[in-house]
């Protein structure tokens, strides 16, 4: 699928927003506004920027996602890594939060489509997942430009750290809460403080154990690196 005809098709869709864009654009050289030129450079220097794509992975993909709908209908087999042939099951996903996006004038991914990954990620509780639908935003709109900075970002940036935690609770899905996140550290004795953790203790007593089987001195283990 050749890059050009992705372009092409791209501007097709709004052939009249681009003729206004490149008018303002040259209205603005005019002017002088050189912030909004330089802007309306950095969008189609983005916008143009395509890639020619390999025509089987094109196609694989129309057919699995628009015409056979092997997520929906749960029949989607991908390698893993071990190069095995598994199932792909959005029910098993459960210890993870999914916020999903859309943008109310979205004219490539309509809407409904990302909301719908809620249905389907059956795994995670309700309280775990959002979705949130950009006003005024079309498709490059929820991820670049003014709106995305000043609304999909902050709600991105407020959903990760309503449910962010620490490794060890990842199991219990328990959100960290902002009181949590203010807590004082709590005070270690001196003694505790002072006390080799297990790990590296028991690696200091498995090279004793060898050193003196060798009959040679224990070699003083290397601070680790931060």
């Known amino acids: 699928y050749p890059g050009f005809l992705q372009h092409t098709?791209?501007?097709a869709m709004n052939p009249d927003r681009h003729a206004t864009s490149h008018?303002?654009?040259f209205k603005d050289l005019i002017k002088g506004d050189d912030a909004s030129a330089e802007a309306h450079r950095k969008f189609y220097d983005e916008y143009n920027a395509v890639l020619d794509m390999d025509a089987d992975y094109y196609l694989d993909t129309i057919r699995t996602v628009f015409q056979d709908f092997n997520l929906v209908h749960g029949t989607w087999d991908v390698k893993n890594p071990a190069g095995q042939i598994e199932r792909v099951r959005p029910q098993d996903i459960r210890t993870t939060a999914m916020l999903t996006v859309e943008g109310e004038l979205d004219d490539i991914s309509g809407s409904g489509q990302t909301e719908a990954a809620h249905d389907l990620c059956t795994g995670i509780s309700a309280n775990q997942r959002e979705h949130y639908e950009v006003k005024g935003a079309g498709h490059?709109?929820?991820?670049?430009?003014?709106r995305w900075r000043d609304m999909v970002y902050p709600k991105v940036v407020k959903f990760i750290a309503l449910h962010d935690m620490p490794q060890t609770r990842a199991g219990s899905m328990t959100p960290i809460t902002a009181e949590d996140a203010v807590k004082p550290a709590r005070k270690t004795s001196a003694a505790k403080a002072a006390a080799p953790a297990p790990a590296l203790a028991a690696?200091?007593?498995?090279?004793?154990?060898a050193a003196s089987a060798a009959r040679k001195p224990a070699r003083k283990p290397r601070a680790a690196k931060r």
């Not at 690696?203 to 154990?209: C, E, I, P, R």
Request: cysteine-free.
């Open 23 to 25: 008018y303002d654009y």
């Open 9 to 11: 098709g791209f501007v």
């Open 140 to 146: 490059y709109g929820i991820f670049s430009g003014r």
């Open 203 to 209: 690696a200091k007593s498995v090279k004793a154990a």
